[in-house]
């Protein structure tokens, strides 16, 4: 690590905040640390949301992950985040925790390193508690198979980057029922909260008691200046910097072209699903006759979707023809600077064939599938080229 000891980090605690203004402050204390030398050699901010929030991953189609009528209904407000990884519902019983400062401080090679190494004071915190996590390679803290924590990682043109966890203190799996969608609507609602209660937990539910969120940011606070060794000083928001952030929540995480973005259009007629190692493909396609009108790849991958967007660019007004796509998945694939990421030319080249096929049937996309429950996926994996 490259860290000097002697530099503060700044401590920030806000509770009860908007789904735009808590999106917004971490991209605000992020762009703080654009150029290397700042005050405090990083900001920690340890918040929650007001009930309720929910939040999408940065590439994922908000259609197919939130119930957005239900969302209306519930007084749900909804977001999309600035890192990736699957949706989340966030409100005063989820610590958000997000750690901005400059890349070059920190030594790592990949995205997945600096998840990593940024996520073991959680780790120590939960360890206070009698509970045992550990880091899982995608972007996830788990106990005993369970995930307990998202985390992301953010980094901007200049170098600055914020990682951010959200730690199920405790949850409402029902109210999270009402407005993700997870393919699990055949169940009843016991079986709902069982099948969804087999596959994630909290600190309280480990713990065996309502563990206080205040209780659990303090150790995550204490971990963080013992692993670092560092200093915190804590420093509420001020009035110049909090103008700063509800302008960018309303320029940015309050706009429809902010929130709507990788939705597939309305005359789409194909869609795939595919596990991969880096998260859920969920690819979109348009067809005229054998001509590729649009492809549009989303998923709750980490990874920017640089990729992606220019595989969608070049397959645009091209010839139905696999072969053909996968010259162009694979051209696109030898010239990226991200080797560290776990999806490979094959597996994209196959998802976006599987939902051309599905084109050719006439069968609509269907939001089928999700983050917690990929296996939905295999039906539509089954449509072999």
């Known amino acids: 690590m490259n860290l000097n000891s002697h530099t503060p980090w700044r401590l920030v605690r806000e509770d009860a905040v908007s789904a735009g203004y808590g999106l917004a402050a971490d991209e605000f204390f992020t762009s703080t640390y654009a150029a290397e030398s700042t005050e405090h050699g990083a900001t920690l901010r340890l918040y929650t949301y007001r009930d309720h929030c929910a939040l999408v991953g940065r590439f994922q189609n908000i259609h197919a992950e939130l119930d957005l009528d239900a969302c209306q209904r519930e007084e749900v407000e909804v977001g999309r985040r600035l890192t990736g990884g699957g949706a989340i ?21 990949t995205i997945r390193d600096l998840c990593a190494q940024l996520s073991v004071p959680v780790v120590q915190a939960l360890a206070k508690l009698g509970i045992q996590a550990t880091f899982r390679a995608k972007n996830d803290l788990e106990v005993g198979g369970k995930k307990i924590a998202g985390l992301g990682v953010y ?4 170098g600055a980057f914020h990682f951010h966890t959200s730690l199920l203190v405790d949850l409402d799996i029902p109210q999270m029922l009402k407005v993700l969608q997870i393919p699990i609507q055949k169940f009843s609602d016991k079986q709902k909260v069982e099948s969804v209660a087999q596959r994630i937990t909290t600190v309280s539910r480990e713990a065996g008691r309502k563990v206080p969120v ?5 150790l995550i606070q204490e971990q963080y200046a013992s692993y670092f060794q560092i200093n915190l000083e804590e420093q509420a928001v001020t009035a110049e910097e909090r103008n700063h952030i509800n302008r960018l929540a309303e320029e940015r995480y309050h706009q429809e072209e902010w929130l709507f973005q990788r939705s597939p259009q309305a005359d789409m007629s194909g869609m795939s699903l595919k596990k991969t190692p880096a998260g859920l493909l969920r690819t979109y396609i348009g067809l005229k ?3 590729i009108k649009s492809v549009l790849i989303t ?10 967007s220019k595989i969608e660019s070049q397959l645009k007004w091209s010839p139905l023809d696999k072969a053909a796509i996968e010259k162009v998945v694979f051209a696109v694939f030898s010239k990226n600077e991200h080797p560290d990421l ?3 030319p094959e597996d994209v080249t196959n998802a976006i064939w599987m939902a051309a096929q599905r084109a050719h049937a006439a069968e609509r996309y269907t939001y089928q599938g999700a983050c917690y429950y990929p296996e939905e996926s295999g039906k539509v994996e089954e449509l072999k080229s």
């Open 289 to 291: 006759g054998e001509t």
């Open 299 to 308: 998923g709750d991958f980490l990874e920017d979707t640089e990729l992606f």
């Open 155 to 158: 980094v901007d043109p200049n």
């Open 214 to 218: 205040e209780e659990v940011r303090q």
């Open 342 to 344: 776990q999806i490979n």
């Open 89 to 109: 519902i966030m409100g005063k019983d989820q610590l958000g925790i997000c750690l901005a400062s400059h890349s070059k401080r920190f030594e790592w090679q």
